[in-house]
C-alpha cells in the first residue's frame, strides 16, 4: 500500500505510469491522490482495487470521466473536493463526500455513479451542482445503475437520476430534485419530487414539493412534524396510508392537497 499522486505529466490518460507519482499506474491497495494542481485532467479506468480515493479542497485538477473500485465496502473513503467539474464513476466504497462542487450552467459540477456504495454524502456549497446516477459529462444522460445504501444531503443542488437506487435519503439543507423514490427524510431545506412516490418524512423546516410535475405517485407513508410543509396542491399523490402528524396539530404544519384542499397553519 502506497501513495500514488497524480501529476498528468504527459497525458489524461490514467494507465499512462508516467502521468503518475510512483511512475506506476495505482495497485491493488492504493491510496491515490488527485492534488491542487496537475500538467493534465484525468480520464480513464484504474484497474486495481484500490484503498482510497481524495481529490483535495479546491482543486483545479478535472476528472473528466474516471472509473475506480475500491477494496471492499470496508472503511474504503472517497472524497471529492475541488472547484473544477468531476464525473466519477465509484464501486464498493464505503463513503463518498463531496465537500465542493462547482456551479455549471445546465450541467452537474460533481457526477457519481457507481454500485455496491454504502453511504454518499454531500456537503457542498449553496450553489455546487451534484448529479447522482449521471455519467460521461454530459448533462441529463443517465448512467447505468447507480447503488448507493444511504444519502446524506447537507448543502447544494443535488439532482438524483431514475436509475439511482437507495435504501434512504435525509436532507439536511440544500435542494434536491429527485426522480428516485424511496424512504426519505426531509429534516430542512427544499425537496422537488418528480416521477415517483415513496415514504416521507418531513421534519420541522422541511419542504417538499410534489407540484414539478403531473405525473400520478404514490405515497406509501406521510408523517409531518411541526412547521413541516408538503406541497401536494395538484392531486398527484395516491396515499396508501392516513398522513401522520407527529407531536403537532393541523394548525403547526402546512399541508396542500388538491386545489381548494389545503391545511394550513392558523
Known sequence: MAQNIWLGLVSSDCTDEDNWSLSLVPATGDDVLVPASATNSITGTIANAINSFNRVDNSQVVISYLVITLQSQTNKNVRIGGTVACSLSVSYASTIEISQATSVVNSYGV???????????VDSQSSGNVGIGFTNGTYGVTAATTEITTLVLNGGITTISPVTTFTSLTQNGGVVNSYAGQINTIQSGQFNVFNVGGTYTVNQGGVVDLTQDIISKTITNLNVYKSG?????NSVGTYTNPITLV???LED?????????HIMPS
Open 111 to 121: 457526477m457519481i455513479s457507481g454500485t455496491n456504495n454504502t453511504e454518499l454524502q
Open 229 to 233: 410543509s408538503w406541497n401536494d396542491s
Open 247 to 249: 407531536g403537532c396539530g
Open 253 to 261: 404544519c402546512s399541508i396542500k392537497i388538491g386545489k381548494g384542499r
